[in-house]
């Protein structure tokens, strides 16, 4: 019986011309057997790298460079976010007390004159006894019968006695008979309405600072100027404020005149109102 030699030499043929192949398909052989380079460059075109890959110099540049600018446009909208919402807090304040300081004006200055009229028919008294207002510029005092309400300091007033109501400024406080009652109030004045013709229609045709006659004034017009709280930081503002002042709001002063430069980054804003005497306007 004749072998086929051809068949088993095209056998090997075709595993050896694989090297990969042969090596898996005779197990028997040595293991240890050294491959040949022609051998390991065929593996390489087959199996996978898995080495390890680093970041080029310009790569690593190019990270840190987004890296820096990614945190600056963060601290960028942070800081303006904190700023916005600082001079936002302020201005809120700001109103509150100009609010609450005209409120304080025109409650007292309403009350200027009021008497306890008598219910007796015998009664000898026919009108106030006390002085309705007196002031100057810068501050003012009305006085009116009281009713066992307290006035503008909390004091409590019996009834039947006078009430006598001081207001001024001292030390950027607004007082009410020398009790403090609201802080950062920069300027206070005061104009004061005057009947000057002879109808007697107690309306108002001149605003004084000093008036001749204050048994012709019917109605006060108020200035407050109100300022931000004192920031030990930045400031409020980012650079110094020009705002209107009382002189230029009650219309005493114009151009340049009424306006003021802050030394500070302060806010800073004016407060205007006209108040009647009730007791005095039919």
């Known amino acids: 019986?004749?072998?086929n030699h051809s068949a088993g030499f095209l056998g090997k043929a075709v595993l050896h011309s694989n090297p990969f192949m042969a090596w898996q398909a005779a197990p028997e052989r040595d293991q240890t057997t050294t491959v040949r380079p022609?051998?390991?460059e065929a593996l390489d075109h087959r199996l996978p790298w898995h080495g390890q890959a680093g970041l080029t110099l310009l790569e690593l540049m190019i990270s840190l460079s987004l890296g820096l600018l990614l945190l600056t446009g963060i601290g960028t909208i942070y800081v303006g976010s904190n700023q916005t919402y600082r001079v936002q807090e302020q201005?809120?304040?700001i109103q509150e007390a100009g609010r609450y300081a005209l409120d304080i004006?025109?409650?007292s200055i309403r009350q200027a004159g009021y008497w306890d009229m008598p219910v007796a028919p015998n009664a000898n008294v026919t009108a106030f006894a006390g002085n309705t207002i007196t002031g100057t510029a810068n501050s003012v005092t009305v006085q009116y019968d009281g009713t066992g309400a307290a006035d503008c300091s909390s004091a409590v007033i019996a009834a039947g006695n006078i009430v006598t109501e001081a207001i001024d400024l001292n030390a950027n406080n607004l007082r009410c008979n020398t009790a403090p009652l609201i802080s950062n109030v920069?300027?206070?004045?005061f104009l004061y309405g005057i009947?000057?013709?002879l109808v007697g229609d107690q309306a108002a045709n001149q605003y004084v600072a000093a008036p001749a006659d204050w048994g012709r004034v019917v109605s006060v017009r108020a200035c407050v100027l109100i300022r931000s709280d004192a920031d030990t930081?930045?400031?409020i503002t980012t650079t110094a404020q020009r705002y209107l002042n009382c002189a230029g709001a009650l219309g005493t002063a114009t151009g340049a005149a009424a306006f003021t430069d802050a030394t500070?980054?302060?806010l800073r804003r004016t407060f205007v109102a006209t108040i009647n005497l009730r007791n005095r306007v039919p």
């Open 105 to 107: 004006l025109g409650r």
């Open 233 to 235: 930081g930045q400031g």
């Open 38 to 40: 022609e051998h390991v």
């Open 264 to 266: 500070d980054r302060r």
């Open 186 to 189: 920069e300027a206070l004045q």
């Open 195 to 197: 009947d000057t013709d």
């Open 91 to 93: 201005n809120a304040r």
């Open 1 to 3: 019986m004749m072998r």
